[in-house]
């Protein structure tokens, strides 16, 4: 198979000193006067935003890669588009190159959706008779045909979005290189991104894509690189790389949300939540909650006065603010004659938790006959629920498939053979 | 390495063309008076000289009208003065372009050049109204104007890449710019005709490229003017130069654009 990207020890340093945006020639001046001798970087102000990284890629291979914020993964993607230059290492990319950044790139508020499609065109690349072959289906794609000739300062965030990408759709490189579109927009258009991205890979076309969207990362790409401090950290299959890294970042997470400093909440406060913490069936702390995990979660509260028949409740939310359940001790029957000033908690116990991988919010509240609400705290948790193996098929369900699964199994009947009778098969 | 730089250039034309073509769009769109604005300045300029300078100065003016004559190096002027501040400013209004997508980076101050000849046009066409309302007819030497124009094209150019890359990384060049233009305005010959400077200051108008080029811009439309050689030959020879050390520049700084700006 023949290789789409050759990266060779590649390192890529900034001075820190010499990247402010308003440098003057004043300051160059006075440092000169100053110290006329001293040389300008010293190692303190020195970062290495990759070092010495090597990897390949084949052509027709996805790749996604992961890694924190600051990592180094968007500085190699600009390497690799050329539009910074590596300090040191070579970079081959063959073939037609379309890097997509950020969405609309070169958009100017003041143009027609119209003229626009052919300015963006013509930025990522592509000739004039290509993008007017293509306006059609562009437009199609982004839905927004009835505003073709208005001026995008008039459209929304959404509608820009789809026109930016539509655009960045129909590129059809050879080697695609995209950085986090999929953080932006509305689930419609992520479905949309995700779908175009599976099209190429389907077409063969080689896909490096920087994501923190792991379940995407997942299931769209034959590989995965993760990125730490400059430096390849593992290079492997999507779910071994994506299990380390998962790992790592729950080892730095609070084991506990402090919720003993959230002013923005309503209720008389008698009684007050004061953490939330999630742990296995056997009280350990939770490191990373997946699909179809057994699950405790552990409302820590603190009462400032005796407080008579209080009911614990919580809500829970998608990211898109979809309120998924409310639901409460008093639901359950669970009468609580009285709880003594002091610490105390209470338990959530879920046999199987049926969430999809997302990021979900908890908010939370307590009342009682007494006081109409003890306290509220909205989105005040959040639970990060990563992809698991629910059907033990290998296959994996996320985002794109909705917000819940339920346990199931299915059968399937077929028609029988020819001549054996009308009657649908029972096996 | 530089026929590599060339060719990429090339191979981006059309990336060019839009540029220039956005540029030219957004900057008649919003304006209620659109195209007119590149009359009525210049136009004003010249009103302005010509009731201060040509009527109460009394500058001389070769026996042309004095109106036409700073109207017709005004036109030129204000091609190059635009196109300076906008060519030079062009890297870091596109900011968002530089950091995000690749493309030959020589193409921004390029597509402002370019812009600026629209402008240029219709100011043009206005100074050929105004020939015919003096009846002043051109004669053989207007075949050469295109000459004098390429020769400011390429002028704005180089001093715009220099520019242009300078102010990439020192943004005294956005405050300098303005003031720079103003000065080289009264040191070139627009308000005045290079033979009314004293014998003992004309070497110095040979450092001007400008000069040369729109004295012999003046000289391909009016048929009673002479073509003084020396000027021209020294302002195409700066202007080449100009080129060379705006290219070596931009090209030594281009690969940190993206970093800095």
């Known amino acids: 198979m023949s290789q789409a990207i050759a990266v060779e020890k590649l390192s890529k340093r900034f001075v820190l000193g010499t990247l402010q945006r308003d440098t003057m020639l004043r300051e160059r001046l006075i440092s000169l006067l100053r110290a006329p001798f001293r040389g300008r970087s010293t190692s303190s102000n020195i970062l290495w935003a990759l070092r010495d990284v090597s990897f390949r890629v084949d052509a027709g291979e996805v790749v996604g890669i992961i890694g924190r914020n600051g990592a180094g993964k968007s500085t190699l993607l600009k390497v690799l588009s050329k539009i910074t230059y590596p300090t040191s290492g070579t970079v081959r990319v063959g073939g037609r190159v379309a890097s997509l950044l950020e969405v609309g790139t070169g958009f100017h508020e003041e143009l027609t959706g119209r003229e626009n499609i052919y300015l963006n065109g013509s930025i990522l690349g592509m000739k004039h008779g290509e993008v007017a072959a293509k306006l059609d289906s562009i437009v199609d794609f982004a839905g927004v045909a009835r505003f073709l000739d208005t001026p995008i300062k008039r459209y929304s965030t959404g509608m820009r979005l789809r026109l930016g990408f539509a655009v960045a759709a129909h590129l059809d490189p050879d080697v695609l290189i995209v950085d986090e579109v999929l953080a932006v927009g509305d689930a419609g258009f992520q479905r949309k991104c995700l779908n175009t991205m599976e099209g190429l890979r389907t077409g063969g076309r080689t896909v490096l894509f920087v994501s923190h969207n792991m379940a995407a990362v997942e299931n769209l790409c034959s590989r995965c690189i993760w990125i730490d401090a400059g430096q390849v950290c593992m290079d492997g299959s999507p779910r071994e790389v994506i299990e380390a890294y998962m790992n790592t970042f729950a080892n730095a997470r609070e084991a506990m949300a402090d919720l003993r400093s959230v002013e923005n909440r309503r209720g008389s406060g008698e009684i007050r939540y004061t953490g939330v913490e999630y742990l296995t069936p056997t009280g350990e702390p939770l490191q990373v909650v997946r699909s179809g995990d057994p699950l405790n979660i552990r409302f820590h509260y603190h009462a400032n006065k005796p407080v008579a028949f209080p009911s614990f409740g919580f809500r829970l939310y998608t990211d898109f603010g979809t309120l998924i359940t409310d639901t409460s001790t008093w639901h359950h029957a669970i009468d609580i004659p009285l709880i003594p000033p002091g610490d105390g908690y209470v338990d959530l116990h879920i046999d199987f938790l049926n969430l999809l991988p997302a990021r979900y919010y908890f908010s939370l509240w307590i009342t009682g006959p007494a006081s109409p609400v003890y306290d509220n705290v909205e989105h005040c948790a959040e639970l990060d629920v990563e992809l698991a193996n629910v059907y033990s098929s290998g296959r994996m369900l996320d985002s794109r498939s909705g917000i819940v699964f339920f346990p199931q199994h299915w059968t399937v009947h077929e028609p029988s053979l020819v001549g054996a009778g009308s009657k649908a098969g029972e096996k | ?261």
């Open chain 2, 1 to 261: 390495m530089n026929s590599e730089w060339l060719a990429d250039f090339w191979h981006y034309r059309e990336l060019l063309y839009f540029l220039a073509w956005r540029d030219v769009k957004v900057r008649y769109k919003q304006a209620a008076l659109g195209a007119s604005w590149a009359i009525i300045q210049p136009l004003f300029t010249m009103i302005i000289f010509t009731l201060f300078f040509g009527r109460v100065a009394g500058v001389p003016s070769d026996g042309l009208p004095y109106p036409l004559f700073s109207f017709c190096a005004l036109v030129p002027w204000t091609y190059f003065s635009t196109t300076l501040s906008q060519a030079g400013n062009s890297l870091i209004s596109n900011a968002p372009l530089v950091t995000k997508v690749y493309f030959p980076r020589a193409l921004l101050p390029a597509a402002s050049v370019l812009s600026g000849l629209v402008d240029f046009l219709v100011g043009a066409s206005f100074l050929a109204l105004m020939m015919m309302y003096y009846r002043i007819k051109p004669g053989w030497s207007l075949f050469f104007a295109p000459f004098f124009i390429a020769g400011m094209v390429l002028l704005s150019f180089s001093v715009s890449m220099f520019l242009a890359a300078l102010n990439v990384r020192y943004r005294d060049v956005k405050y300098a710019l303005p003031f720079i233009i103003q000065m080289w305005l009264f040191i070139t010959p627009i308000i005045y005709p290079a033979n009314f400077l004293p014998a003992r200051m004309k070497p110095f108008l040979a450092f001007n490229p400008m000069a040369g080029l729109l004295e012999g811009f003046r000289w391909s439309l009016f048929t009673t003017r002479r073509l003084d050689w020396g000027l021209l030959g020294s302002s195409v020879a700066i202007t080449v130069l100009l080129l060379i050390i705006g290219a070596i520049y931009f090209r030594k700084t281009e690969r940190t654009f993206a970093d800095i700006v």
